[in-house]
Each structure stands twice: as C-alpha cells, then as structure tokens.
C-alpha cells in the first residue's frame, strides 16, 4: 500500500536521484496528519461551541488543579496558544462567561484568570468528545505503537528545543 507521499519521493527519486529526499517522507506525513487531525478537532470542538485556542485556554485552566486560576503569563507557558492569541482569546471567553479575571491580590498591575462554573462544565463536556476523537483518530495503532510514537515525536521536539525547562 502506498500513500500521497510516497508517490512525491518516487517523483523526486526519478526527477532528482541525486538529492536524498528522504526527510520529506516524514516531514510530508506530519504535515498532512496534521492538516486532517485539526480538521477533525475542529469538529469536535465546534460542536461545543469552541475553537481550538478556546478548548486550549479552558482545559488548562481546568486541568490546572482547584482554583482553576492562572495568570495570564502561566496560561500562556502552559497551554499551546502564542502570546499575542491570549488577550483576544480571554476576551472572547470572558464575554461568554466562561472565564473571569481578577486583580492580583499581591501585583497592582496583574490579573488572575479563573475558569467560571459555566466554563467547567463546558470543558468537562467537551473534554471526553475531544478524548474520543483523538482515540478514533490514533485507532490504527496499537498502545505500544502510539507510546513509540509518542517518545519518537518527543525526542524531536526536544532536539528542536520544545521543553519545558
């Protein structure tokens, strides 16, 4: 069985045998599983009401642990949504009364972000949806195939300097 992308790395061997093209085998793979993987998150999500940076900014909150508050800084270092997406994401909840913020108790200029009650059921409803379509999603392999990807996928983010120190 072959794929979209071994059909390129046939053209590009036959077009230009003297490239190694062989990283474009995995690089093209990611690509295009990312592009179908979003695009089924972003059903699940929507049929919540939600778009990814919102799933994002609600399930860190929530899995931050009791009171579900955060910084606008820590959610940031802790959920996968950039900087300049925060602001606008938090106004956006906030106005649908999911999110709440603060004034920092102990910084003048800071602010907490709390997830409402609202926003707790939300996540806590579309959390097992989103769960289930990551499953269905991964189904083609086995748990050890899924952990091996998971540490290969690892071991390039951290060369790539995606942690966590």
Same mark, same amino acid.
């Given at each position: ?34 592009? @179908? ?19 994002? +900014? @609600? ?10 508050? @955060? ?5 940031? *270092? ?11 994401? @938090?106004?956006?909840? &906030? ?5 709440r ?7 003048? *200029?800071? +602010?907490? +972000? ?5 926003? *707790? ?14 499953n ?15 540490? &290969? ?13």
């Open positions: 069985m072959t794929d979209h992308v071994d059909r390129v790395l046939e053209q590009w061997g036959r077009e230009r045998p003297d490239l190694d093209v062989s990283p474009m085998g995995v690089i093209g793979r990611l690509t295009r599983l990312s592009r @179908l993987i979003d695009a089924e998150l972003r059903q699940t999500f929507g049929a919540h009401g939600l778009d990814h940076p919102s799933f994002d +900014v @609600l399930a860190t909150l929530r899995r931050s642990g009791p009171p579900h508050r @955060l910084t606008p800084a820590e959610l940031m *270092r802790s959920s996968m949504i950039t900087s300049g997406a925060v602001t606008q994401r @938090l106004d956006r909840l &906030e106005a649908r009364g999911l999110v913020r603060t004034p920092s108790e102990t910084d003048g *200029r800071g +602010v907490h +972000v709390a997830l409402t009650d609202e926003g *707790r059921a939300l996540i806590d409803q579309a959390l097992p949806d989103h769960v289930d379509t990551e269905r999603l991964l189904a083609a392999l086995t748990s050890t195939r899924r952990d091996a990807l998971a540490a &290969e996928l690892r071991t390039l983010l951290e060369s790539l300097g995606d942690t966590t120190d």
